[in-house]
């Protein structure tokens, strides 16, 4: 539980980004070490993007799996083209991206993601990019 713990604080840092802070949702399923993988941990969200909703410039010095639940969203990391994913689509963003684009595409219906990182344990979860 301690992961957990720690995850959310970094959720709440997080959602505090100009971006997030009015309306995306995040939320933490899972925290789990990796005992064949030393100093490393799995952590399980769903993000939800209001209509128009968006994420700022960012990284997360992890391997992040995106699997799309509801809606539609645009993403894309520096040096890539952008995609439109719709249900059951994915996107993979690695460790030394940077996650140019992250938005819903659609200006009158939510949409819902589930993200799984592979990451250094109680490393921060996103980190900003200028």
Request: without cysteine.
């Amino acid at each position: 539980m301690h992961g957990l713990k720690k995850f959310i604080l970094s959720t709440v840092a997080f959602a505090a980004l100009p971006a997030f802070a009015q309306e995306t949702q995040v939320t933490p399923l899972m925290t789990r070490v990796l005992p064949d993988f030393p100093g490393k941990e799995a952590l399980v969200i769903t993000v939800t993007y209001p209509p128009g909703g968006s994420d700022p410039v960012h990284r997360h010095n992890a391997d992040s799996f995106l699997y799309v639940l509801e809606g539609s969203v645009i993403m894309g990391v520096k040096g890539g083209k952008e995609v439109t994913l719709t249900p059951g689509q994915t996107f993979y963003e690695g460790p030394n991206d940077i996650h140019t684009v992250g938005r819903n595409a659609s200006k009158t219906e939510p949409a819902k993601f589930l993200v799984v990182l592979l990451k250094k344990k109680d490393a921060p979860v996103l980190i900003p990019v200028k």
